[in-house]
Every structure is written in C-alpha cells, then in structure tokens.
C-alpha cells in the first residue's frame, strides 16, 4: 500500500469477538505500517473493551473524511454510495445478502453494488465467484483479513 494513504474503516457495530479482534489487529497493522497516512474507524456503536489505540470517530464524520474506505457491511455500503470526498470503497464481501433477503429486488442491489469506485475482496473462492458472476470481478481473496493478504490485493 502506498505509505501516505489515508483510509477509514467503516463498521457499523463494533463486537467483541474474534472476527473483530482480527480485523482490528489488521488495521493497528496497517497504521504501523502506514505511518504518515491518516487511519481511522467510523463507528455508531461499540462494544470493544480493546480497540489498539485506533483513532475511532463517530459514522456521521465518514462522509467528511479524504481518502479511501474500507467496508464490512451492506449497511456501510449503502451509507457510503454518495459520499463525494472518497477516492475508492473497498468491500470485504463474506456473504450474499441478496440470497438472505430476495424480495429486495435486483434494482435494489444494482444501485449498491454497481459502483465506480466500489471495488469486493471476497472472503473465499466460493463467494469470489458468485460475485463475479452476479455483479464484477473481486480484486482479490483474503479469508482472513490480515495485513499480508490485504497489502497483496490492494498494492
């Protein structure tokens, strides 16, 4: 990843599990070794104890934010579409929510996801290929959203 580049991470609720612990150690990575960019999480609810010293700033402050986002949730997604200042969205699909929720509607899922500055990282081959089917190609494949997988995709 380019060594001044700002990105803020979207997660609509913060849990205290595993896969949260896992992504947050990602990105206190990422601020180690991104020293001169701006890091920061946007979050409406947070249940964390530990959260490694990232900067966290309420979801209201994304849409003002310069840089790239990264995203975990449809809702982060749906939130992000219009916002103006943002260079590229990055969303780490582990789901298909059309599957969950059919009677949402193609147009509904069209205006989310055909994007031009949406890119997916897909979270298995599995859901690497339904995504290239139904919508575009993901840029790449990180089961476990740790800094190595992700500097290899987004470099």
């Not at 020293?35 to 700033?57: A, E, H, K």
Request: aromatic share 16%; hydrophobic share 35%; charged share 20%.
């Amino acid at each position: 990843m380019k060594n001044n580049r700002d990105a803020g991470f979207v997660f609509i609720k913060l849990d205290n599990n595993n896969a949260y612990n896992r992504y947050l150690d990602t990105i206190k990575q990422f601020i180690d070794n991104n020293p001169i960019g701006q890091t920061v999480i946007f979050n409406s609810y947070n249940d964390r104890i530990n959260t490694n010293n990232i900067p966290i700033l309420h979801l209201s402050h994304a849409k003002f934010f310069y840089g790239d986002l990264f995203l975990f949730e449809l809702g982060g997604a749906i939130l992000s579409k219009n916002f103006t200042n943002i260079n590229k969205r990055y969303l780490y699909v582990h789901t298909v929510p059309w599957l969950e929720s059919p009677a949402s509607g193609y147009s509904s899922w069209k205006d989310v996801y055909e994007s031009d500055n949406l890119e997916f990282i897909a979270a298995n081959q599995q859901i690497y290929d339904l995504y290239e089917i139904c919508w575009k190609k993901p840029i790449g494949i990180s089961e476990n959203f740790t800094y190595e997988e992700l500097s290899k995709i987004i470099l």
